[in-house]
């Protein structure tokens, strides 16, 4: 006695179109074709029945289960010259309905059903069918990011992509969470995480905290009073820590000194000195109170022409 299942793998190969296989075994879905193919080597034709749920015992045809292979029942597959045999099982045409299951396809190569194969050879394959299943996707509703900052015109970037400046308004976006980072020149980054809803516009407001710096205020003479962007800081030398990074207006005043105005640029993270240079304002002879040099000539000269324009007009 010689069994076809000694040759499994190279008697009967099942080969099943956009199914799962696994090894003796496959799944489907009802109405399906599923194209099974092997080798026989003993017979010119194969006779192909099936069991399973809810069918009789020793099988059925596998293009109609009322055709009982105890009764003859066999669906008959030729086998060509180099002893290779193909048939295209359609599930859904078997002259009456299979259930959601696990078959058993069988491949004999003598009309023999089930209860008849003691001198046969044969193989046969584990099918499992399921019901067809549909999935509904409905499109998502895209929503809006609103984007603020303080200040204004800061870099936005969603998901490591630039979108443009504050205040921005972002649309089309599909619902889920997102990365936003703002970004400004002197000023630390801010990055949040933000959910869009479909068909909402989600509002979100950044403040940038500035970067910071540090100032050392130097005057010759040094003692000058000093005012930092209109407060007053102390007397010079001064140093201050945690500035915003960026333009300031520095205020220097000593007696006896023209007061001086000067602008600083801190850099953030970094130590800046900025020295300033008093000047005291120049002195005409014979005068008591200084004047600064443009005004002082101008009015002494105006003042000696009048008084000599009018001697010559009084005469002796």
């Known amino acids: 006695?010689?069994?076809?299942?000694?040759?499994?793998?190279?008697?009967?190969?099942?080969?099943?179109?956009?199914?799962?296989?696994?090894?003796?075994?496959?799944?489907?879905?009802?109405?399906?074709?599923?194209?099974?193919?092997?080798?026989?080597?003993s017979s010119s034709t194969v006779y192909l029945f099936l069991t399973g749920p809810n069918l009789?015992?020793?099988?059925?045809?596998?293009?109609n289960i009322y055709r009982r292979a105890d009764q003859g029942g066999f669906t008959e597959v030729s086998v060509d010259d180099h002893d290779r045999w193909e048939y295209n099982w359609g599930t859904n045409?078997?002259?009456?309905?299979?259930?959601?299951?696990?078959?058993?396809?069988?491949?004999?190569?003598s009309p023999n059903d089930r209860s008849h194969l003691g001198e046969t050879e044969y193989s046969t394959i584990s099918v499992s069918l399921g019901n067809p299943s549909i999935s509904v996707?409905?499109?998502?509703v895209p929503g809006s990011f609103?984007?603020?900052?303080?200040?204004?015109?800061?870099?936005?970037?969603?998901?490591?992509?630039?979108?443009?400046?504050?205040?921005?308004?972002?649309?089309?976006?599909d619902p889920g969470k997102y990365t936003i980072t703002f970004s400004r020149f002197d000023y630390e980054k801010f990055s949040t995480t933000a959910t869009i809803e479909a068909g909402a516009i989600t509002e979100v407001t950044a403040t940038l905290q500035p970067k910071t710096g540090s100032l050392v205020i130097n005057t010759t003479p040094s003692g000058a009073q000093i005012l930092l962007d209109g407060n007053n800081v102390g007397t010079a030398p001064v140093t201050r820590t945690n500035l915003a990074a960026g333009n300031h207006t520095i205020?220097?005043?000593?007696?006896?000194?023209?007061?001086?105005e000067e602008q600083v640029r801190v850099i953030a993270d970094q130590s800046v000195t900025s020295t300033i240079e008093l000047e005291k304002p120049s002195v005409i002879p014979g005068?008591?109170?200084?004047?600064?040099?443009?005004?002082?000539?101008g009015a002494c000269s105006c003042a000696i022409l009048i008084f000599a324009f009018c001697r010559l007009r009084a005469g002796p």
Request: overall charge neutral.
């Open 1 to 41: 006695m010689k069994h076809w299942n000694l040759y499994a793998g190279i008697l009967l190969l099942f080969v099943l179109v956009g199914a799962a296989a696994a090894s003796g075994s496959m799944q489907s879905y009802l109405g399906n074709t599923i194209k099974l193919s092997g080798y026989c080597y």
């Open 56 to 63: 009789p015992t020793n099988g059925v045809a596998l293009d």
């Open 93 to 109: 045409s078997l002259g009456g309905g299979l259930d959601a299951g696990t078959y058993t396809v069988w491949a004999v190569n």
């Open 137 to 140: 996707v409905t499109p998502a």
């Open 146 to 173: 609103d984007l603020r900052s303080v200040p204004d015109n800061t870099s936005v970037v969603i998901n490591g992509n630039y979108k443009g400046s504050t205040p921005l308004t972002v649309s089309g976006l």
């Open 251 to 260: 205020n220097a005043t000593l007696d006896g000194y023209i007061p001086v």
């Open 287 to 297: 005068m008591t109170t200084p004047v600064p040099i443009p005004v002082t000539i």
